[in-house]
């Protein structure tokens, strides 16, 4: 699960809507907090632009919370 979670926040960073859609898909937890802290639901309320709220909005749709809190 933590090798899905890392690929999700890659694929945030990168602001590959498409790339997050697959990975939620699979099963990637938006909500793990990976060892560096952070989840991919920070990333993604982090950033300002369109593909950016894209992948928010998938997130969100697929039971990201936005109260997970940092590690």
């Known amino acids: 699960m933590e ?17 997050v859609e697959d990975l ?3 099963g990637a ?3 793990l907090v990976l060892p560096n802290g952070i989840a991919a639901i920070h990333l993604s ?3 300002e632009s369109e ?3 894209r ?12 109260n997970v809190r940092y590690a």
Request: glycine share 10%.
């Open 24 to 26: 939620l898909k699979c």
């Open 51 to 53: 593909c950016a709220l």
């Open 29 to 31: 937890d938006p909500n």
């Open 3 to 19: 090798e899905l979670a890392g690929r999700l926040c890659e694929a945030v960073e990168n602001e590959d809507a498409k790339e």
């Open 55 to 66: 992948c928010l909005t998938l997130i969100l749709q697929h039971g990201g919370n936005p």
């Open 45 to 47: 309320s982090g950033k």
